[in-house]
């Protein structure tokens, strides 16, 4: 098993790069999270790796944390999602934000990832719900979110400590527009949708 790569970045296109190391140039799928991020052409890069072995092919998958492999290879264990699925759904969401779906079943969320119909959606909350913590690093409970944490979560997190299930407030939620509101907005609209 490659567990690493460190080499040179010689070539970039989404979502494919090459790494040389030594001589040998590895390609490498990564998902849009860890493109996104990746120093200019000729730069020194560090990736965590998986190599996926099939009858017609070995490819390798490289991630800029060992958070993304953790939850790429969790999320390869569950039925039905395969390696480009798992890397579409890192591409769309960072690894704490579908933590999030999954504990407050969320699948409007997860439904909207290109790939993932609401029938994948339901599958993915149900199968992952038990492997999320393993999926965190150190196999404990997933940090919890802080600075970057977005006014919907925020909003999420204060109606679930007023007693409210998280079911119940992602289907409250679901139905406002939350764009550009601040967490008490959003609370505020909940409270009233909730109240009719």
Known sequence: MIGSLRGLLTSK?????????SGVGYEVETPMSTFLDLPGLGSELFLYTHLLVREDAQILYGFSTEDERLMFRT?????RVGAKLALGILSAMSTNDFRRCVEFEDSNALSRIPGVGKKTAERLIIEMRDRIDAAAPGGGKAAPLTVEASA??????????????????NNLISKLDTDNKSAEDIIRLALRQAAH
């Open 13 to 21: 296109l989404a979502p494919q790069v090459v790494v040389e190391c």
């Open 75 to 79: 999320l390869l264990k569950v039925n």
């Open 152 to 169: 919907r979560n925020e909003a999420v997190d204060a109606l679930v400590a007023l007693g409210y299930k998280p079911k119940e407030v």
